[in-house]
């Protein structure tokens, strides 16, 4: 594939974690505008695209809530910065608060933010995916849409962006790795 108009939208800072190589996971329940109101995979490689509107550093392990970013509105920048791209290569549906314990070494995320994601809508799992990031080529900025906006874990960007040439943050043999030592704590 050499360009993608699908994305996720996530946490700005949890996007410059997966950049960095700080972590391969994400936990998601869904938005309130999800279809059907349940959180699904819908693409499995999407650009990833940072928000700002609810970002809350009290929900963050130390080391990342100092490293929050505004933005002037308060919801949005003008223009949204597209610098990587990911594969979605594990969807693991988990409700065992124990499990969620064991995996608080691979996330950004504090103790509060995961209690408070698996008690909400405590009939649906919480989903933990892992992407393989890529660094694309390029940065690139788009504009904010309005259409982009709303709680939606996923989006159609207006206009495709290339992912030619992309560097992925682990080698192939480090991100194997690294995904199965989480994927073992499922089997434990």
């Known amino acids: 594939m050499e360009t993608i108009t699908a ?12 950049e960095k190589g700080n972590t391969i996971m994400l936990l998601r329940k869904g938005g309130i505008r ?13 650009l990833l695209y940072p928000t700002f509107e609810h970002q809350q550093p009290d929900l963050l392990k130390p080391e990342y809530a100092t490293q929050v970013q505004v933005v002037d509105s308060g919801w949005h920048p003008e223009k949204i910065k597209i610098s990587s791209f ?3 290569t594990h969807i693991l549906p988990v409700s065992d608060e124990s499990i969620l ?3 608080f070494v ?4 504090n103790e509060k ?22 660094q694309i080529s390029q940065n690139y900025e788009i504009f904010y ?5 709303g709680c939606r874990s996923w ?26 030592k989480i994927c073992q704590i499922f089997t434990e």
């Open 34 to 46: 999800e279809q059907g109101g349940r959180f699904a995979v819908a693409y499995k490689q999407v």
């Open 7 to 18: 994305a996720l939208k996530e946490w700005n800072i949890a996007i410059n974690a997966l």
């Open 145 to 149: 849409r309005r259409e982009y906006g």
């Open 101 to 103: 314990n064991k995996l």
């Open 86 to 88: 990911a594969e979605i």
């Open 106 to 109: 691979y996330h950004i995320w």
């Open 113 to 134: 933010f995961v209690s408070d994601r698996l008690k909400w809508k405590p009939q649906q799992p919480l989903y933990i995916l892992l992407l393989r990031t890529y």
């Open 155 to 180: 989006i159609e960007l207006n206009q495709p962006i290339s992912t030619a040439n992309s560097v992925p943050v682990f080698t192939d043999n480090n991100y194997q790795i690294l995904s199965a």
